[in-house]
């Protein structure tokens, strides 16, 4: 080791001068990170891959300036040096500095860092004179060359910048060390990558003909095995490893000789194939063999770096003509670069019984993914990836049973998901024990990190995309499908790895005497939609799939028994939200839309989700687990739990929501979350339902993001998540579709075995790992709502661009007036859950007045806006439009040039559209009975004065004991009555 002196001139504050010399250690022997060293650096970590054809060296100011092009995973063998690093920290800050560090600890991009200031031969002290920029040039270019040496020439590097003064002055200074442009390197690699491609196309090509095994020749070029074994013993045929050049890979390529038995001195230790059609269909690393051309068709190896300089003759700069041949025959494939994954999902449906469809992708980042088809998917599969086929089908591990809890036969387990789920990530159960003195619910979860070990390569790809994205019509999938659809989801009727936490309750108060966590088997008896479910909860009758092959008496057996845990769940359901209601937990309102579609993918509906009370049945017994769990980690691992957290909403994002119900008479407290839920509660209208409804839209409007967080990053004051009124809370309950769930799966089989006495399996991440981790999976969720929401946007487009906004009825609809605006009102439109501006006033100036006879004129005028609502005045009269009030949109769709298409409310009339019926509206699904009564009553009463506008005004008694004159009560209830008898769609357009 050897000290230097660094010299700085640096200013007080008094503006003096100071001359401060500090201390600098270089050594002989820092890690390279390169799989070609020989010098036995010490490289733990990533290494770079010996089988590129150069190394790249980034400038200071390419670093700085081009960041996020080195983030392409397709970029290999990069070389960042510290000098470099540290210019990134000085000139962009800490956040670009920590996003170059986690690029260089991502295992899937292909850099390393390199302290050349550390190393003695690469240091180099700054001139007298010499400014800055020079200084930092000189550093990275003395790393180059450094590299250059250390790896006795087997491999190229490459010095990109943007100073042209650089290139001319470092270009020729060292042989194999070579100074361009980075719009060129660019260029010249996005070149590659469309060769690559068509080189690709033929590698997938030939593995078809490999299937086919119709001959021992892969291509008809090709000579058979014994004539090339000859050959290479007689001395006619070379064999060696191809290298194709990666900046001509389309033209050049090279094989270096193995054991030459050829006396020719003027052999090298490279024989150069040019042309595509020379290397016969062969690709980089594979072992080859080659036929000498004549020596009249020797050409010269030219550097794609060069290429275009010529010399005063005029002929391109070249180096002497080396030996030239042509691939005859391929002794052994590099395999690595044909690395298959998992099939997709569509393979079983579209291709044959013995074909499927499958994912390619090469270790060689250049050659892009492809999907080809093939007879042998098995025998190609990633080997991460379990097999589960009717010829091979996967089942349980006896060794695994003894290690888990089973509860294939005890326990009666379920699932209650979305019709048509495929990734079913929880299951439920409940029992009675000690003679009925006892209860026992069960939430059962896919033990998906029992398929997915921790650093594995599906572990890392889950990680990188930390979510699965769920779009209108089609879904992204965190996981391979063998996992998230088949041998993960827990299916009904199948053996299932589960992570369990059963609680023990008192039968009569429901306290927990007892919590359960552990690894289980499972059996799902019965594998429920929620419409069915809610079916069997309200006593209807209902088909269960799983139940149809029985006889009648066992069949209704069994359907007493599922009723029966419905109904237990559910009441433990309504113990656990009053628990969380006392405590202050919020009923949010979201806007949620699902779009039907035809099985050509067409969009033929937009249907508001329809909320019911197994959804919060669900709900619950999901935020008990996760909070539970939360519990169990945090106190297991107080500084290195990952949690989830709702921070209390800034009090001026409720002005919207305060002062828009107190135009309607209501006041909304909004000092502590408590208050909020119990000022909603009360703030409902008995003749408009939808009220409370835009209320509570506002107040989730309001709301701050909810965000994963690490237990040691935060204070635990700062635990309390708010909108479910709970101290601590997590994710743990749907890991197929959530990586978080993955990360607390984890920590939950850690917690336990340290409850046990035995330590954690692997080395749990640290606070800062888990705090970065915490960052890039929240960075991920928001992306994917934004995503998510796109997708419902395009979709409301197409659904409406199709159709004539004046003359089909379904673009005419019911909205609500939920914000006022200085030219016009923000509306709601419950039928198809979207919101958007509704315009008064034009860009001309002209204002939209409405007649008697209801019709809406654009007039001149004026538009005056008050706090709780906009008139517009105009030759006709004055309008009026007060918040929360009905009045007609129509719908149609906007297209642009420049933006995608968007869909825009156009006012047709300032009543309520005529066609709103009761099924249009949907109700809350916490609304107590009563509510419920009344909404019903509304609904019916509402027909008879649809041909009326006007809506009778009630007194203050009459509001107060919730009864008008007319209709009365007694009219009311009969009414419902007739209503009852009858079918609600009929009903709906009677």
């Not at 009326?948 to 007694?970: D, I, M, T, V």
Request: hydrophobic share 35%; aromatic share 8%.
């Amino acid at each position: 080791m050897i000290k230097t002196e660094k010299v700085l001139h640096l200013k007080s504050s008094r503006g003096r001068k100071v001359r401060v010399v500090r201390e600098h250690y270089v050594r002989k022997r820092v890690p390279c990170y390169s799989s070609l060293c020989q010098a036995d650096c010490d490289n733990d970590g990533k290494v770079l891959p010996g089988d590129l054809t150069h190394y790249v060296v980034p400038d200071v100011g390419v670093v700085v300036d081009y960041q996020e092009i080195f983030e392409i995973r397709e970029l290999q063998g990069i070389v960042f040096t510290q000098t470099a690093c540290q210019a990134v920290h000085h000139c962009k800050g800490r956040r670009q500095y920590n996003r170059l560090r986690n690029l260089l600890k991502d295992p899937r991009h292909d850099c390393v860092l390199f302290a050349n200031e550390f190393q003695e031969f690469s240091f180099c002290l700054r001139d007298n004179g010499e400014s800055q920029e020079q200084w930092q040039t000189r550093c990275v270019y003395s790393a180059a060359v450094w590299y250059y040496n250390h790896l006795a020439g087997m491999m190229d590097v490459v010095m990109i910048t943007e100073d042209q003064d650089v290139i001319a002055q470092y270009s020729n200074l060292h042989s194999g060390v070579y100074v361009i442009s980075v719009q060129e390197y660019l260029q010249n690699f996005w070149s590659e990558l469309q060769a690559a491609h068509e080189l690709y196309s033929s590698i997938c090509h030939a593995l078809q003909e490999k299937e086919s095994e119709c001959t021992e020749r892969e291509f008809s070029d090709h000579l058979p095995a014994e004539v090339l074994e000859a050959g290479i013993k007689a001395g006619r045929y070379i064999q060696g490893t191809l290298n194709v050049n990666k900046h001509r890979a389309q033209t050049e390529a090279s094989v270096r000789t193995e054991g030459l038995s050829n006396k020719n001195t003027e052999l090298s230790s490279e024989v150069l194939v040019y042309g595509n059609k020379n290397r016969n269909r062969a690709v980089h690393g594979d072992i080859v063999v080659v036929e000498l051309l004549p020596k009249s068709e020797w050409r010269g190896k030219v550097s794609a770096l060069t290429k275009g300089q010529l010399e005063k003759n005029g002929e391109d700069i070249q180096s002497k003509r080396m030996p030239t041949g042509s691939i005859v025959g391929i002794l052994q494939r590099n395999w690595r670069d044909y690395v298959v994954t998992f099939p997709t999902r569509e393979s079983t449906q579209s291709q044959s019984r013995n074909s499927q469809r499958i994912l390619t992708v090469p270790w060689d980042y250049r050659i892009p993914k492809i999907r080809i088809s093939t007879q042998q998917a098995d025998a190609l599969q990633l080997k991460e990836m379990p097999l589960n086929s009717p010829e091979k089908p996967w089942k349980v591990d006896p060794a695994r049973v003894a290690e888990r809890r089973d509860l294939r036969e005890s326990h009666l387990v379920f699932s209650i998901d979305p019709v048509g789920c495929e990734d079913v990530d929880d299951t439920l159960s409940v029992r009675s024990l000690a003679g009925g003195k006892l209860l026992e619910l069960g939430v059962h979860i896919a033990d998906v990190t029992h398929f997915v070990s921790e650093g594995s390569l599906t572990d890392l790809e889950a990680q990188a995309r930390a979510t699965t994205y769920y779009l209108a019509d089609r879904r992204y999938d965190m996981l391979p499908a063998i996992l998230s659809a088949d041998l993960c989801s827990l299916l009904g009727g199948v053996d299932r790895y589960a992570m369990s936490v059963l609680w023990e309750l008192d039968a009569h108060t429901l306290a927990v005497n007892n919590v359960w966590y552990g690894r289980t088997i499972i059996r799902s008896s019965y594998q429920l939609h929620y419409e069915l479910a809610q079916t069997l909860l309200n006593g209807e009758q209902a088909e269960v799939l799983e139940l149809t092959q029985l006889n009648s008496s066992e069949r209704d057996a069994k359907l007493a028994q599922l009723t029966q845990a419905l109904e237990i769940l559910t009441h433990v359901a309504r113990h656990l939200r009053a628990q969380r209601d006392r405590g202050g937990a919020l009923e949010l309102e979201g806007v949620e839309v699902r779009a039907q579609l035809d099985n050509e993918k067409n969009i033929i509906a937009l249907v508001p989700c329809q909320p019911l009370e197994i959804h919060e049945t669900v709900a619950e017994c999901m935020i008990y687990a996760n909070h539970w769990v939360a519990r169990k980690i945090q106190e297991t691992f107080p500084h290195q739990a990952l949690l989830r957290h709702h921070p209390p909403p800034r009090q001026e994002f409720f002005t919207l929501l305060v002062d828009s119900a107190k135009s309607r008479g209501f006041t909304i407290d909004t000092r502590s979350n408590k208050a909020l839920a119990e000022s909603l509660d009360r703030a409902v209208d008995l003749q408009d339902p939808l009220l409370n409804r835009l209320l509570r839209m506002m107040a989730t409007q309001a709301m701050s993001q909810a965000l994963y967080f690490s237990t040691g990053a935060i204070s635990q004051d700062q635990y309390y998540h708010y909108g479910l009124a709970l101290d601590r809370y997590t994710h743990f309950t749907s890991p197929i579709r959530r990586y978080a769930d993955m990360v607390v799966h984890r920590l939950l089989t850690a917690a336990i075995a340290v409850e046990k006495g035995r330590s954690p399996a692997k080395a749990l991440a640290t606070n800062k790992e888990l705090d970065e981790l915490a960052h890039h999976i929240n960075k991920k969720n928001r992306a994917a709502q934004q995503a998510q929401k796109a997708s419902t946007e395009l979709f409301q487009c197409l659904y409406f661009k199709e159709r004539d906004p004046h003359t089909d009825q379904c673009c005419v609809a019911d909205a609500v007036i939920y914000a006022i605006r200085d030219n016009g009102v923000l509306a709601f439109v419950p039928l198809y859950g979207m919101k958007g501006p509704v315009y008064l006033k034009n860009r001309e100036g002209q204002v939209l007045s409405v007649g008697q006879d209801g019709r809406c004129e654009w007039q001149s005028g004026s538009v005056r806006r008050y706090s709780d609502r906009i008139t517009t005045t105009s030759l006709i009269g004055t309008t009026t439009f007060t918040l929360f009030n009905h009045i007609t949109v129509r719908i149609c769709v906007q297209s642009s040039r420049c933006h995608p298409d968007s869909v825009n409310l156009e006012l047709v009339g300032n009543r309520p559209h005529l066609s709103m019926t009761l099924h249009q509206t949907p109700s809350h699904g916490r609304s107590q009975l009563v509510q419920e009564v009344v909404r019903l009553a509304e609904g019916a009463t509402q027909q008879a004065q649809e041909k009326a506008s006007w809506r009778p005004e009630l007194s203050k008694e009459e509001q107060e004991f919730c009864q008008s004159k007319s209709p009365n009560l007694y009219l009311l209830l009969e009414e419902i009555r007739e209503l009852s008898l009858m079918d609600l769609e009929y009903a709906a357009t009677a």
